[in-house]
């Protein structure tokens, strides 16, 4: 492996253990590798890149699900529906600006969502820790079906 794949294998690392904002991590990244005057100043080729994008991908796909999956739900770094919901949106503005093709992650967070709320809704769950909006637009972003319980009443219509 030369001393280029090295350092790009490092920061492919980095990205994947970049916490919650796997975008910025990206960018400390490709600003290391091609500009930072004590990196090593390469010249990325386009895999290169895109390996660096989808650990990005891949970190924000392991973020959003780690906060959804019912099992996470006790367990101290799981943060919650709204740090999934607000991690989702950041998500979404990267696919836009990297054009990433998200339908296979879409398809994961959706199931993942819905396997979410199908156990609030055995468990009597209540606290979705969000609001009912949030919670909505999120279900609603991904097609999933929401119950009439977590329907917030802003969203339904009154009949006079």
């Not at 796997?22 to 400390?28: F, N, Q, S, W």
Request: aromatic letters at 8%; proline letters at 4%; hydrophobic letters at 40%.
């Amino acid at each position: 492996m030369s001393d280029a794949e090295a350092d790009v294998e490092g920061e492919l690392f980095l990205i994947r253990d970049s916490g919650e904002m796997p975008e910025v991590g990206l960018h400390a990244s490709l600003y290391w590798l091609e500009k930072d005057k004590d990196g090593p100043q390469l010249r990325l080729n386009d895999e290169q890149k895109e390996r660096l994008v989808a650990a990005a991908t891949a970190r924000y796909e392991e973020i959003i699900l780690r906060d959804l999956l019912p099992e996470n739900r006790s367990k101290p770094h799981c943060r919650g529906l709204a740090r999934s919901f607000c991690n989702w949106q950041r998500f979404l503005d990267f696919c836009v600006r990297w054009d990433v093709d998200l339908a296979e992650i879409r398809q994961q967070i959706k199931n993942a969502l819905a396997s979410r709320l199908a156990v609030m809704m055995v468990e009597g769950e209540d606290e979705a820790e969000c609001s009912a909006v949030e919670l909505f637009s999120f279900a609603q972003t991904l097609g999933v079906a929401m119950p009439g319980v977590f329907t917030p009443p802003a969203m339904h219509e009154h009949k006079a």
